[in-house]
């Protein structure tokens, strides 16, 4: 019989190939991505926004990175669509 561990999760193939929005350090602040926010995760409905603050502490997760937009939605990101801006003006 297998444990009972909150990390053990045995849908996940973690050799499943993985994309950019698994990755914490991928996620940038001020970013534009698409995120699915909890409500809309049966329909897969995607909310566009900057990137306020990054709430997943692990470097990886298989669902996407946790975040906070700039209107304070939280959701998982499902793909990054505009780089940080950079700061520099040379």
Known sequence: ???????????MNLNAPHSKNMFRENIKLGQVVDIVLKKDQRTGKRTRGKVRAILTSASFHTRGIKVMLDSRQ????????EQEQNSSND
């Open 1 to 11: 019989m297998i444990a009972k561990n909150k990390y053990f999760y045995p849908y």
């Open 74 to 81: 939280i959701g998982r990101v499902q793909e990054i669509l």
